[in-house]
């Protein structure tokens, strides 16, 4: 590892493999921003779409297509190639994403959804797999937080789009949906030129002809039971598509929602490679328990606020929690198993945190729509404490 990390390019004091990688995710992210702050509006009234339907809707999209993440994960490391996985990835999403302007019902929102998540779990786990690959165990967490830097100020850039296109441009939701398509392409065209892959050395690649299954053979237990705790988590971590619905209920006006997701994305963009620095020198675990400890907290607070500037205040907050985990829980799976086994394991982890998608998203709809947000945001708050609990006395 370390002769062929001297032999690597480095920009920026990265390798090029994660700069290009970051470059994409921006890109990617600023796509798909655009539509994602806008896309529960246009669902509830312009569809007119109940919130209960739409939990079902942001469940079974993310759900169903996070099983390719474990398969798309397995096959990378069978063939040890994964820039073509991800390129097929990126590419679905990007170029499926503007169709949402001709969508007239429900089921055709849900279809593109379903299709843009089918490319997520394509790219998803080869794109980790090749971030640990190329990484020691020193800089992992910087290289997986400055991934996650850039995505999020893609992801902050969208919205700002967004309001600039409703609001200065005079435009609707169907210009932002055209528009996504650009910053997608360019992404894409990215990967495919710039994105140089070595192959792994022959002793690393996991050769194996039966079907993969999801299931934890062969892998650590530390692993097993990080898992089992994120995927508890998971349950109480419901679609973002909620707090936006909860800060139109509360009184926040249409168009300055996509600037709350602004505002928590430039937080978690400039938090995220700080805080995977400091979890390479303290450790995954302690910045991991803060992060669901905060993350708790904020999800009381959105039941309880009754005001747009406390909704001001909870997106601010929210992004210092995505900064404290999203990166680093991915780092700590890669510390957890071994270069050959990091695709699978990788898509394990991918598929059954996102599978638990599907029960949050309707659990929070149903108790939303029977008992109101308050219920909806306590019970997410209660499993948060469950799994930070776990995370400290299991010292795992």
């Known amino acids: 590892m370390e002769s062929e990390r001297k032999s690597q390019k480095y920009l920026f004091g990265l390798n090029s493999v994660i700069f290009v990688l970051g470059m994409v995710s921006l890109l990617t992210d600023l796509s798909s921003q655009m539509i994602v702050p806008i896309l529960p509006l246009y669902l509830t009234s312009v569809l007119h ?3 209960g339907t739409m939990g079902i809707i942001e469940g079974i999209a993310e ?6 993440k474990f398969f798309s994960g397995w096959i990378s490391d069978q063939f040890g190639k994964r820039k073509w996985l991800m390129v097929g990835g990126y590419g679905l999403s990007n170029l499926i994403k503007p169709f949402f302007a001709l969508t007239s019902t429900w089921g055709q929102v849900l279809f593109i959804r379903f299709a843009d998540r089918i490319g997520k779990g394509i790219r998803t786990s080869p794109r980790d797999a090749i971030l640990a690959d190329t990484t020691t165990k020193e800089e992992r967490g910087k290289a997986f937080g400055f991934r996650r830097s850039m995505d999020t100020l893609g992801a902050a850039l969208g919205p700002l789009v967004t309001y600039l296109i409703l609001t200065l441009w005079n435009g609707n939701y169907e210009d932002v949906f055209w528009l996504s398509a650009i910053p997608g392409l360019i992404a894409t065209l990215l990967l495919i030129i710039f994105l140089k892959e070595k192959r792994n050395p ?5 050769k194996t002809k039966s079907i993969p299954k999801i299931s934890f ?6 692993f097993v039971w990080f898992t089992f705790i994120t995927v508890l988590f998971t349950i109480g971590n419901f679609s973002d598509a909620f707090l936006i619905l909860r800060a139109k209920e509360v009184g926040m006006a249409a168009e300055y929602i996509p600037l709350t997701y602004f505002a928590y994305n430039m937080i978690t963009s400039i938090l995220s490679t700080p805080f995977g620095i400091i979890s390479d020198r303290i450790g995954r675990r302690p910045v991991l328990i803060s992060g669901y ?7 009381l607070g959105f039941g309880l606020v009754h005001n747009v500037s406390g909704i001001w205040i909870l997106f601010f907050i929210y992004g210092l929690y995505y900064a404290t985990t999203e990166g680093i829980q991915k780092a700590y799976v890669a510390d957890m198993v071994p270069q050959g086994q990091r695709g699978t394991a990788m898509g394990t982890f991918n598929a059954l945190t996102g599978i638990a998608v599907l029960p949050a998203s309707v659990m929070a709809g149903f108790l939303w729509q029977s008992f109101g947000a308050f219920t909806a945001f306590g019970v997410s708050s209660v499993l948060a404490i469950i799994s930070a609990l776990l995370m400290f006395i299991l010292r795992i």
């Open 217 to 222: 053979k062969g892998l650590n237990s530390r």
């Open 63 to 68: 759900s169903t297509a996070s099983l390719l």
């Open 202 to 206: 022959p002793d690393t690649i996991m």
């Open 49 to 51: 779409v109940q919130v």
């Open 293 to 299: 400890v905060l993350f708790a907290l904020i999800y």
